[in-house]
């Protein structure tokens, strides 16, 4: 494996050693993402097919676009960056993801699912425009394929007539196990796996049947068709216009290497089905796929979590108050995207299997599935990631904000996430939901207002979002707090040199930097803004009435966030003598790192924050 630093040495060797260095490969992967976490399951799962897709085509001149891209170790492995695993999903280390930046190989960035369809058909469509002659082949799991843009992209791939090869990775689980017709559907493909040997063979039983030839060929053609039906339940890819090719064993280099050969030459969009194994190779990983899916460092031969945190996230406090909240209330009901486990409805789904819905990794149909029920007298909670609602944009404003349907977005991981990078940075909701008309957005500053704000969504007769960030959920503020009323901030200190707004997380950073500079004599007024929309008016022209300086701080993009919106404000009562700062992430995608080391490298930790003020205060 050692020697295997580019996809053209491995061309030179045997299926026997690529047996091997795909052993070697599993070893490195155990053994390295013990130590750094990682998604490990979906790239165990892949080790073979990866091998037999670089040694059967020629990347980067052959396209392969891995869709969510988590699974796409093995490939960089053997596009020359094993050596940079020590450092993998660390600031200014491997990403986790496809990144241009990184190699060449990595010919198209993903993180969110479902998309590697759609970008393999455009880039066939642009080869067929400039008449070039290459393979492009889109890699997508079987939860990947739940999505709706891979079924946008089956749809118009199926009549291109373009040279495409698409391969289902198909081991049966999304994080959870996977759901839905088509699970059920390849399911039954994988059970009966006849097709591809009597397809070849079809047309040689028919040569034997007397009186056929040429001039009887539709009725051989409709023979064959129906021949097909009976061995195949339902042919759904080749409806579409696919050539479906498969199940075959993802597992077994031979034929994945004698098939991929095959699919080469084929002409038109293919559809090859590979069966494999989530986390294949590592006992623990193949029993607990889920658990694996995504790992912090874990000792090997136990397999157990090492350093991991007993602590209650902000994801658990959800996930309680939501089994209480249900209930006292029998129309609440609770809709994930295939997320049951990292947003905290797994005991939600376990108390209240009928009024729970997992839709699969297809946040757009969520939202427009929430809006249905909400129509029909129950209050739906989406939880669902920051990142990942930003794919239902269109149906937040269009199916739920415009008919005001009592919706409750629960949001996790709003802010930063840390090494998952650009891709899952939870960084846009509050821009892109500020600008809604009927949407109330509120942010807890710790776990108690996580709680109280989730009793009161339920009271809102209209959408609400609750913005809550990854990791630890703690007790910032003290016990004894005014309750919460619709538009309202909450005071938390009152001071005479100025004001700090510190939206949900923040409060942490905020809290210590008001602590730390009444020790130094300077005297700080904090708001808990609690609602950023509507955002309480009234107290920011009473603060812009008493200070001259104002600061906010969010865990947004500076672009259409709260302090955006806050100087709206000033802009429209024409208050020109107070001066705003406003502490957010830069107009630019945040990369991977660890949660602290990001909020320092953008002067976001509470000592850069306390810096940066003391300044604009002493300079006046
Ligand atoms: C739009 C979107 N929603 C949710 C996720 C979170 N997510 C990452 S991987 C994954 C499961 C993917 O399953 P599959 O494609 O079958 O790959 P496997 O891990 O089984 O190899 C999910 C839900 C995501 N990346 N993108
Ligand atoms: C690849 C992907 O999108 C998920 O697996 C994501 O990495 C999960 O993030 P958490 O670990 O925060 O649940
Ligand atoms: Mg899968």
Same mark, same amino acid.
């Given at each position: ?6 996809p ?6 045997s ?8 052993r ?5 992967l155990?053994?390295t993402l013990?130590?750094t976490?990682g998604?490990?399951a979906?790239n165990?799962?892949?080790?073979e ?5 670089h040694?059967?085509?020629n990347s980067p ?19 020359g ?5 020590a450092?993998l999903?660390?600031?200014g280390g ?7 930046k ?9 993180g969110?699912s479902?998309?590697?369809i759609?970008a393999?058909l455009g880039?066939a469509?642009?080869?067929?425009l ?9 890699v ?12 946008e992209a089956?749809?118009n ?5 373009t040279n ?6 198909d081991?049966?689980? &999304? ?7 088509? &699970?059920?559907y390849l ?13 070849e063979d ?6 034997k049947?007397?009186?056929?030839g040429?001039?009887?060929?539709k ?7 129906s021949i097909r ?12 216009g696919?050539?479906?090719v ?13 098939v991929l050969?095959?699919v080469?030459?084929m ?5 090859l089905h590979?069966?494999?194994i ?5 006992s623990?990983?193949e ?8 790992v912090?460092?874990f000792?090997v031969?136990?397999g157990k ?5 007993k602590?209650?996230?902000?994801t ?6 939501i ?5 006292e ?17 797994k ?9 729970f ?7 757009q149909h ?9 129509s029909?007298g129950?209050?739906?909670v ?7 609602l930003?794919r ?9 904000c415009?008919?005001n349907?009592p919706v409750?977005?629960?949001i996790?991981r709003?802010g ?6 650009e ?10 939901? &500020?600008h809604m008309p ?14 109280e704000m989730l ?6 007769k ?8 990854k990791?630890?959920?703690l007790?910032v ?6 309750p919460?009323?619709?538009q309202?901030s909450e005071l ?5 040199d100025g ?5 949900g ?9 008001v602590e730390n500079?009444?020790a130094?004599g ?5 708001i808990?803004?609690?609602?950023i ?6 107290m ?14 969010e ?6 966030g709260?302090?955006s919106n806050?100087?709206q404000?000033?802009?429209q009562h ?11 992430f ?7 790192g660890?949660?602290?080391e990001?909020?320092k490298?953008y ?7 306390q ?7 002493v300079?006046?």
């Amino acid at each position: 494996m050692d020697i295997i630093d580019s996809p053209e040495k491995l061309k030179k060797l045997s299926i026997d050693q690529l047996n091997i260095v795909a052993r070697e490969i599993r070893n490195f992967l155990i053994n390295t993402l013990s130590q750094t976490g990682g998604h490990l399951a979906s790239n165990l799962g892949v080790v073979e097919l990866t091998l037999a897709l670089h040694y059967c085509f020629n990347s980067p001149q052959d396209k392969i676009i891995w869709d969510v891209g988590h699974q796409s170790y093995v490939h960089k492995i053997l596009t020359g960056r094993k050596n940079s695993f020590a450092t993998l999903k660390q600031k200014g280390g491997l990403s986790g993801f496809p990144k241009r930046k990184e190699s060449v190989h990595d010919i198209f960035e993903t993180g969110h699912s479902s998309t590697s369809i759609s970008a393999a058909l455009g880039m066939a469509a642009g080869r067929d425009l400039n008449k070039e002659n290459y393979s492009v082949i889109a890699v997508i799991g079987d939860g990947s394929l739940t999505g709706g843009m891979a079924f946008e992209a089956l749809n118009n791939a199926g009549r291109s007539n373009t040279n495409l090869i698409v391969i289902l990775n198909d081991n049966q689980m &999304s994080i959870s196990p996977n759901v839905g017709g088509l &699970s059920k559907y390849l399911n039954n493909i994988r059970t009966e796996p006849v097709y591809l040997e009597v397809k070849e063979d079809i047309d040689q039983i028919l040569k034997k049947i007397p009186g056929i030839g040429k001039s009887v060929a539709k009725t051989v053609k409709r023979t064959k068709e129906s021949i097909r039906y009976l061995l195949v339940p339902g042919t759904l890819f080749e409806e579409l216009g696919f050539t479906y090719v498969g199940p075959i064993d993802g597992h077994d280099m031979k034929s994945l290497v004698s098939v991929l050969k095959k699919v080469k030459k084929m002409k038109g969009p293919i559809f090859l089905h590979v069966k494999t194994i989530k986390g294949k190779g590592y006992s623990h990983a193949e029993k607990l796929p889920c658990e694996y899916h995504g790992v912090g460092p874990f000792d090997v031969k136990s397999g157990k979590a090492l350093g991991i945190s007993k602590e209650e996230t902000y994801t658990d406090v959800f996930g309680k108050a939501i089994v209480r909240l249900a209930n006292e209330n029998k129309k609440i009901v609770a809709i994930t995207a295939a997320m049951p486990d990292g947003t905290g409805l797994k005991g939600f789904q376990e108390k209240y299997p009928e009024r729970f819905f997992d839709v699969g990794i297809a946040e757009q149909h969520a939202v427009t599935f929430a809006a249905g029920l909400a129509s029909s007298g129950f209050h739906p909670v989406f939880a669902v990631y920051s990142s990942f609602l930003q794919r239902s944009y269109d149906q937040i404003i269009h199916d739920v904000c415009i008919q005001n349907l009592p919706v409750v977005f629960a949001i996790d991981r709003a802010g930063i996430v840390g090494p998952d990078g650009e891709t899952h940075q939870g960084i846009f909701d509050l821009s892109f939901l &500020s600008h809604m008309p009927n949407m109330t957005i509120m942010a807890p500053c710790d776990k108690m207002e996580l709680e109280e704000m989730l009793k009161f969504a339920f009271t809102v007769k209209g959408p609400v979002a609750i913005r809550y960030p990854k990791g630890k959920a703690l007790n910032v503020l003290t016990s004894d707090r005014i309750p919460i009323q619709y538009q309202k901030s909450e005071l938390i200190f009152d001071g005479k040199d100025g004001a700090i707004l510190a939206v949900g997380k923040m409060m942490e950073f905020a809290k210590t930097i008001v602590e730390n500079l009444k020790a130094e004599g300077i005297e700080l007024s904090l708001i808990n803004p609690r609602f950023i929309k509507p955002i309480d008016e009234e107290m920011i022209l009473n603060l812009c009435a008493k200070h001259k300086f104002i600061f906010t701080m969010e865990d947004n993009v500076i672009t259409g966030g709260f302090g955006s919106n806050v100087l709206q404000i000033l802009a429209q009562h024409n208050i020109k003598d107070v001066f705003v700062k406003i502490f957010a992430f830069p107009d630019q995608f945040i990369e991977h790192g660890s949660c602290s080391e990001l909020y320092k490298a953008y002067h976001l930790d509470a000592d850069s924050m306390q810096k940066t003020i003391k300044n604009i205060l002493v300079e006046g």
